[in-house]
Structure formats: structure tokens, C-alpha cells
């Protein structure tokens, strides 16, 4: 069984560009997470998706952030402009349900912001 | 809301030494608790879980209690292979799932 798999790995932009990120979960899993970390800080809540629909968004920083999930299988997160401090590892991880705890994550897209 | 702190690394033992990785946590109410790890160039993977104060988990050598009267949950692990070498999260789950900082562990052979 494919695990969660997320693209780019790494992405290198400039201030003022576009980047989306793309997470595709584990099939059969309803819901999707976004987390973020920054230089090595903790790993910060963005969204969690429950099939197509936003469960909880309250961690996404501001509107420069847009998470879409078309059809409830893969999700994009894009950001637009991006800014320095948007730099960090984007982590996607799913799970069949909400409240068992076991996320099972992808390997992370790092996104370097010049 | 829920959140944890947990002690800042990076961390280098020996092979076969006694690991303890400290995590502290806050809440309303009692949150499942967790530890992750991360191993280079992997996601992050469930180690161990407790769900319910006095629970232990365990997987791997590793162990953590889950103890309401010091709101703590610290992995322990008493004697640590090389392949140990990661960076291990503290989480605690009430609506969604909190991480701590991350504590980088490097095992020397």
C-alpha cells in the first residue's frame, strides 16, 4: 500500500512568486493535515481537511495561504506570494479517522524562500 | 488549548547509554499523549501512544508513561543503538494533534 506521498520535495522560489504543494494521502483515508515547521521550531497545525470538506483551518497564517482537496483524494496547498518567513518543511499526513491519533505522514516538502 | 514542550536538543549519547527525552504538556482535559520520530530522509512515524493517565507505551526499547499529576510524558529508553539516531516529537491530541519542537538524538558507535 502506497504511503502519503507529497510534491515537490524541495522547492526553491523567490519573495513575491507562487508555489503549490501537492500531498496525496493514504487511499481510503477522509482526512487530510497540513502541518508546518519552521527552523527547527515545533510542528505547527495549518488545516485538516475531512474528505473535500475544511474541518479546521484555524492555523493557517494568513490569506496568502489557500488549501484546496478536490474530491476528497489529493490536496494542494499553495501559497501566493510567497514571503521569507513562509520558508520551512510542509509536512501532509492522513488518517482513517479523526481522534485515534496514528497520522501517518509524508516525507515533507521543504520550500526555500529568497 | 492543548500544547507540550519538550527539552531541547540536540542530544549525543553513546551506544548503549540511557536515553531520557523529557515532554511536559497542557490542556483542558486529558489528551491522548504520543511520541514520533523521524528518521533522516522519512517521514514522521507513530513510536508510541498512551491514551489514558498511567498508561505506559512502548515500542522498539522505548517507553513513556503518561502521568496526569506532573502533566508529563517522557521517553525513555535504556540502552540506545546507533540506528536510534533521529529527531523524536512530543504530540498531545485533544480536537487535533499538537507537536513539540522536536529533539534531535545523534547515537555515536
Known amino acids: 500500500e502506497a504511503g502519503v506521498t507529497q510534491f515537490p520535495s524541495h522547492s526553491v522560489i523567490e519573495k513575491g512568486q507562487t508555489v503549490t504543494l501537492r500531498c496525496d494521502p493514504i487511499?481510503?483515508?477522509?482526512?487530510l493535515y497540513w502541518y508546518r515547521r519552521v527552523m527547527g521550531k515545533e510542528i505547527k497545525f495549518l488545516l485538516h481537511?475531512?474528505?473535500?470538506?475544511?474541518?479546521?483551518e484555524s492555523g493557517m497564517p494568513n490569506n496568502r495561504f489557500l488549501a484546496e482537496r478536490t474530491g476528497g483524494t489529493y490536496s494542494t496547498l499553495k501559497v501566493q506570494p510567497a514571503e521569507l518567513e513562509d520558508s520551512g518543511v510542509y509536512f501532509c499526513?492522513?488518517?482513517?479517522?479523526?481522534?485515534?491519533?496514528?497520522?501517518?505522514f509524508g516525507e515533507g516538502s521543504r520550500l526555500t524562500v529568497l | 488549548g492543548n500544547s507540550v514542550t519538550q527539552m531541547e536538543g540536540p542530544v549525543t549519547l553513546s551506544e548503549e547509554a540511557f536515553l531520557t527525552i523529557n515532554c511536559t504538556y497542557t490542556?483542558?482535559?486529558?489528551?491522548?499523549l504520543f511520541w514520533y520520530v523521524q528518521y533522516p530522509g522519512e517521514g514522521l512515524q507513530l513510536l508510541l501512544k498512551?491514551?489514558?493517565?498511567?498508561d505506559k507505551g512502548s515500542n522498539k526499547g522505548f517507553e513513556a508513561t503518561y502521568r496526569k499529576e506532573t502533566t508529563s510524558f517522557h521517553l525513555e529508553k535504556g540502552s540506545v543503538q546507533v540506528s536510534d539516531s533521529a529527531v523524536y516529537f512530543c504530540?498531545?491530541?485533544?480536537?487535533?494533534?499538537?507537536f513539540g519542537a522536536g529533539t534531535r538524538l545523534t547515537v555515536k558507535p
Open positions: 504530540a498531545s491530541q485533544g480536537n487535533d494533534m499538537r
Open positions: 487511499s481510503g483515508h477522509d482526512n
Open positions: 490542556a483542558t482535559g486529558y489528551p491522548s
Open positions: 481537511f475531512v474528505k473535500e470538506s475544511k474541518q479546521d
Open positions: 499526513a492522513s488518517s482513517p479517522f479523526q481522534f485515534t491519533g496514528e497520522l501517518f
Open positions: 498512551a491514551t489514558k493517565a498511567d
